[in-house]
């Protein structure tokens, strides 16, 4: 029979060990280490921005030259010495984790020297005006840190490299988005495949002091604000409807092109990226600097700043510029840059809700500017529950927890019928071309078994 826990005798166990209190100490200060990274990342991400910004406003033809110019050279450089950072970050943590790949060569795709490669190199897209955002790479630059806890525990230390890889990765995306739930529900539905109670507490430790750097810095206010949500009746079905239904075709769609574009599938195109990447890259940011002054700016950067003006309704962004931003988004991916989609993808599904509120003048612009953003990134990370938490935490939309549901759940749905996983398919690339199989290996069916050690930290 099983006896009841002794709190004397644990205690005395607990206390015993210096060298386990010093494993919890070192792990602590990474993730903290993690924030500091995350924050840091944010603001050089800003000014980098704000300074292509002011060249944009001050010679708008100048971005001609000087987007294709940065990009080969942002190209050149993670081609020639950090290829594991290139493109979100996100499948090189899953492809970490993935049963296939050996430990040794994890490495290649998260390690503190790409961490800070990653910072550098989305910086410089940024600088650039491409279509990129910083929160897929705060991923794999948090699991760059944490993972580098390991070479300082004991040989006994019960934290394997599984854990710190995924307690990383869930604190990028909370200090990222300053979502603490999406960090929790991220690290189940994306990276673990289900929360194992031994790893919880080093998990939502790591959020926890990851994200409280990030609020130390930042403030603890919504990404974009609160939103002013009207009375949601009968009448907001029908738009809410389109706006899921419109979301998740063009989330399935962008989804499948980034992945024909990003695992070397048969075509003239990447046949001509894969021999000439440098010029592959070039006409690729020239496309992208067209674009941007076609929109009047609009396309440039992760979007941010345009969701905000949705939002309040000082901006707007027609179809026609959504479209664009979907096409600058893709192009910017095409060409290998280190860099995210969840911020540009929350803008293309701001710009389809603020289009259909448009259409239906029915005052619920903000309420379906938030579906479709809930609805887009659903779709194309077909990870529904992390989509919708993102979008409510970043709006503090509590009174429509329901709605985001729904419509990440539909939306998500309707995009498994048009493509598969972005981020398993890229993960599943990575790991063959890392162990030299001439196709992708496919992780087994069921969830990977739960690690020996335990990764408890109280």
């Known amino acids: 029979m099983n006896r009841e826990p002794d709190f004397l005798e644990n205690l005395r166990a607990e206390l015993s060990s210096g060298r386990l209190w010093l494993d919890r100490a070192i792990v602590l200060a990474y993730a903290v280490a993690a924030g500091l990274f995350v924050v840091g990342f944010t603001l050089a991400s800003d000014r980098a921005f704000g300074l292509f910004h002011r060249l944009h406003q001050a010679q708008p033809w100048a971005v001609l030259l000087w987007t294709p110019a940065l990009t080969v050279a942002i190209v050149w450089a993670t081609r020639r010495w950090f290829p594991g950072a290139a493109g979100s970050g996100i499948p090189q943590v899953k492809a970490a984790l993935h049963p296939a790949l050996p430990p040794e060569r994890r490495g290649r795709l998260v390690s503190l020297r790409l961490t800070v490669a990653k910072i550098g190199l989305a910086v410089a897209g940024l600088a650039a005006g491409l279509s990129i955002g910083r929160e897929g790479p705060s991923v794999q630059v948090a699991a760059g840190v944490m993972q580098h806890a390991r070479r300082w525990l004991s040989p006994a230390s019960t934290i394997d490299a599984r854990a710190l890889l995924v307690a990383g990765g869930a604190a990028g995306i909370a200090a990222a988005f300053n979502a603490p739930l999406a960090g929790v529900v991220f690290a189940i539905e994306e990276l673990y495949g289900r929360l194992e109670t031994r790893a919880s507490g080093l998990i939502i430790t790591a959020i926890v002091l990851a994200g409280l750097v990030a609020v130390s810095m930042f403030g603890n206010l919504s990404y974009f604000g609160v939103i002013r949500v009207p009375d949601l009746g009968w009448s907001a079905v029908g738009p809410g409807l389109a706006v899921t239904l419109a979301s998740g075709v063009a989330g399935g769609l962008f989804s499948r092109l980034l992945a024909a574009s990003l695992t070397g599938a048969p075509g003239r195109l990447n046949q001509a990226r894969a021999r000439w990447p440098l010029r592959f890259a070039a006409v690729g940011g020239l496309l992208i600097a067209v674009i941007g002054l076609v929109t009047g700016g609009a396309t440039f950067g992760a979007g941010s700043d345009t969701v905000k003006g949705m939002l309040t309704g000082h901006e707007e962004l027609s179809p026609l510029h959504t479209l664009l931003k979907f096409i600058a988004t893709w192009l910017t991916a095409w060409c290998g840059v280190p860099g995210g989609i969840f911020a540009p993808a929350l803008t293309i ?99 990977p078994q739960p690690p020996t050690e335990t990764a408890r930290v109280p």
Not at 349 to 355: D, F, Q
Not at 360 to 365: C, I, S, V
Not at 375 to 387: E, M
Not at 389 to 417: N, P, T, Y
């Open 349 to 447: 599904g701001a710009g389809i809700g603020n289009s259909i509120s448009q259409l239906t003048g029915a005052g619920l612009g903000p309420a379906l500017i938030a579906l479709g953003m809930a609805g887009f990134l659903a779709a194309v990370t077909q990870t529904p529950l992390t989509a919708f938490i993102i979008v409510m935490e970043m709006v503090d939309g509590h009174s429509m927890v329901l709605s985001l549901m729904a419509s990440a759940m539909l939306a998500s749905l309707l995009s498994r019928m048009i493509s598969r996983p972005l981020y398993e398919s890229l993960a599943e690339y990575m790991v063959a071309a890392a162990i030299g199989s001439p196709s992708p290996v496919v992780a087994p069916s069921e969830s």
